[in-house]
T-cell receptor, first 113, second 112 residues
């Protein structure tokens, strides 16, 4: 596999469920990101990890919990989500350092019932 | 005022026409500028990356940056139906490390 792979591609869950999104990059990058993409809104940066360390948490509610066990894998653990959390969740990776181009996966389409 | 403004479209053009896209921004510290293309049900794909002002050409794509006007453009020559997608601009300042700020995207439709 090449590039950035996200699983699952689609997820439907109730507000009381717990689920996890997975991201894996095969590009040898050192930085990984979670974004939220909602209709008619710009991409919202949620979390940034550099060399497995979280360097950015963009005021994300605690019902979203990221985990980065190594530079190639990134998870987003979800619990007690709200209907407004329904969106496309995108993972990206890049080389470490300033303003490196980010490479995106195809996202997980999340629907909260 | 949003930090990066982008007309959402849709922008509809006939096949073969030039597509002209632009973004305006308010943060004069932005120095790195990118354009991404996003097809339906796909993630954004990097098209162009430029630093500071000037032009950059890659095949049918030309990116322009005018920092004095805080305005960036993307031109697509000889447009094809396969160019139908949403185009996102993104930018970053030196002090922000690897944090990008995105525009909302412009939807483009190229009609055969």
């Amino acid at each position: 596999e090449t590039g950035v792979t996200q699983t699952p591609r689609h997820l439907v869950m109730g507000m009381t469920n717990k689920k996890s999104l997975k991201c894996e990059q095969h590009l040898g990058h050192n930085a990984m990101y979670w974004y939220k993409q909602s209709a008619k809104k710009p991409l919202e940066l949620m979390f940034v990890y550099n060399f497995k360390e979280q360097t950015e948490n963009n005021s994300v509610p605690s019902r979203f919990s990221p985990e980065c066990p190594n530079s190639s894998h990134l998870f987003l653990h979800l619990h007690t989500l709200q209907p407004e959390d329904s969106a496309l969740y995108l993972c990206a990776s890049s080389q470490g350092g300033q303003a490196q181009p980010q490479h995106f996966g195809d996202g997980t389409r999340l629907s909260i019932l | 005022q949003k930090e990066v403004e982008q007309d959402p479209g849709p922008l509809s053009v006939p096949e073969g026409a030039i597509v002209s896209l632009n973004c305006t921004y308010s943060n004069s510290a932005f120095q790195y500028f990118m354009w991404y293309r996003q097809y339906s049900r796909k993630g954004p794909e990097l098209l162009m990356y430029t630093y500071s002002s000037g032009n950059k050409e890659d095949g049918r794509f030309t990116a322009q940056v005018d920092k004095s006007s805080k305005y960036i453009s993307l031109f697509i020559r000889d447009s094809q139906p396969s160019d139908s997608a949403t185009y996102l601009c993104a930018m970053s300042e030196k002090a922000a490390g690897n944090k990008l700020t995105f525009g909302g995207g412009t939807r483009v439709l190229v009609k055969p």
